[in-house]
């Protein structure tokens, strides 16, 4: 069911004047973190607000019953004591914030426990237990499929199953983290052999992460009508990916060290509670397409499963960056490019008896638009290197050069509601070692 | 550098006797795992010796230096805290354990610290806080490419990278787990849709498990030559596979919900330590086969990276079961049959800046030998479900029936050294959900 409630109303003010404006955060917002104030290495759970960020570590005395109860489990260095409290807790702490933040006779009890933004250090809001990526783009799918696979771009179980496959936990970092060029081996088309070198074709994937709160036991599986109800809320995800050493190495069982270099996730959890407003239809198939099989159908997800999210990509080059330019846009999109909503993803996850845990998180897959103008990789703008894109500045790009930054964002918007942002995903290759 | 001491010595004795007949754990295995005595639920570090196990939490009073913080370590509830000590400590721990168990005035100090092993209850090693399985069996990787690519058996990348995906962490469990046939999509080859329901063709898969010591940072690599310095060492793992959800969801990304549902592993560590005698030469690789390039080409590792290890499958049926009879064999094979070393995983692993972190857990992949005697796999056996086995009392098999249980097994030889064994890797199919 939809959840709307006084948190969601735009009219409403706070005493805390960025919390009416329009940063990502406003009041309506209210993002799950994880951060250090300034001068205080101690990562405790956080809540974005404005250009601040409320310490739930210490909030935990103003509040009472479930609210308390979340916060408390928000209090440590990551925020999975409170995914795995569902989404009751999660909730009351919600409105319990919100409350704070427009009760103006609350100002003074809550000004202590607000730290500014900026010389705040964010942290992975949870330890990610397990990273599964799928592949829902299925625009990405198709253009990717053509460049792999010319004959055969959408393979018989595309429409069937939701494909998804195991990605490595340990190298998800947080925005901001930049990282080295990976090596790997790599075979040129007119080569007979491999070589191990640098990647020569970086690329990043624009997604979106989904942050599972409470799990199910090994064995049991996760209804669909009730799969949404295991979801924290969402993420950027850049699934940087070095193509050369992936066209390699991935057959028969599927990208390895051609992704495990590193993932970057945004900080903030937007959760599902935040997003309600924005919740929109499943963007409705084509008639050929098959329906999904019962165990991942459901009316209400059908209806409102898919969320008006628009995604976009930025990149900031070292020439730009010397002459003082902003980040450029590379590509705008829409996260209803997702041919299986979030729910779905879950349902089929466990539907074999596979635990899901508290701060898992599920990738979308790429999502690239139906034109250039919201592809979400470079492979795609470039048709595979072949094409390059040009810059404002002049510059070109087949894929990633050395000190080129990636930044993802991302917005929910809706008529008559407030805006909320995601904050960014960012991160600059650095030159191999 | 091969490890010999004197905790190698086959003449050595312990005053505890069944520490020198011939189980699995005699005085000179001495392997790590984590166990909780009858009636007392706290697990803790352990070392099997004979039909008993050492309490580590308890043995820190007794030692010094690199043993004393080895033993705490191994005190908690897991051994990633040793495992990330390396290999000097647990070496120095070895040897202390030794010394204590083969000097009789210790006996009165040391007895306390024994329980018997068959109350005992024995829980995961370590926390897995990634699962990588490699596909290193070069047979059966043969094997399986003819079934499922009759034009294209063995890729190209194969003799060149060594192929591995990442798996599922959570749903690895210790020995002796039972869980239920897994359901999923299946499309069968009559069929124009596919079907959720129950797993028709669930398999198992022998294979050894390689549990990572110290791990690498983000962005740094591990080279070939001090790769095995990051192994603590290896244990069985049955990787469970369900073949008709596999034919379906497998391409293009990989093997998913068909290997997630559970993954079991034996719960002893059979440290590098104690397998040392045991080394080989890497098995010489037929002359048209491509070098292994530079980054996972080490003289020592080709001389000593392989293990003299033979490695068993049972089988116990109801119907066996009912009838009081013992388990059936159903192979029996070599380590030697991967065609990569476990140094030459861990170096591929990390060689594109990807860290390995301790409890890491690496899949050889199914090692089965050259011949149907040794065959890993119903899959092979069955020659993909076409020709059914016979087991001794009549019944067939082409893949597991409900309530068939799959015991692995496995023990390092040599001549005029001690056998040591693995233990076994037990786990029980129920019916499906």
Redesign the interface.
Known sequence: MTYIDETHDPKAQSWLEDANGHSDFPLQNLPLGVFSPEGDDKPRGGIAIGDHILDLGGLESHLSGDAALAAKAAGGSSLNALFALGAGPRRALRRAVFALLTDSTKENLIRPLLFSATPSTLYLPAHV??Y?DF?TGINHAENV?KL??PDNPL?P?YK??P?????????I?VSGTN??R????I?TPDAS????GPCHRLDYELEMGIWVSHGND????IPIASAKQHIAGLCLLNDWS?RD?QA???????????K???STVSPWVITTEALAPYQVAQPARPEDD?KP???LSDAEDQKTGAYNVIMEVHILTEKMRAAGEEPCRLSKGNMSAMYWTAAQLVA??A???????PG?LLGTGTLSGADSSSYGSLLELSNGGKAPITLPNGETRTFLEDNDELILSAYAERENRVRIGFGSCRGKVQPA?
């Open positions: 237990g397990d599964t592949y499929g792999f696979r393979l179980n069937y199953v494909i998804g496959y195991h990605g490595r936990a340990s190298s970092r990282f080295p990976p090596k790997g081996q075979k052999e491999p070589a191990f090994l064995g049991d599986t070095a050493i390699w190495e991935y057959q028969p069982l599927g990208p390895f060290l051609a495990n270099f590193i098959p099989l019962a165990y089929h996850h539907s074999g008896g596979c635990n899901l845990q898992d070692r």
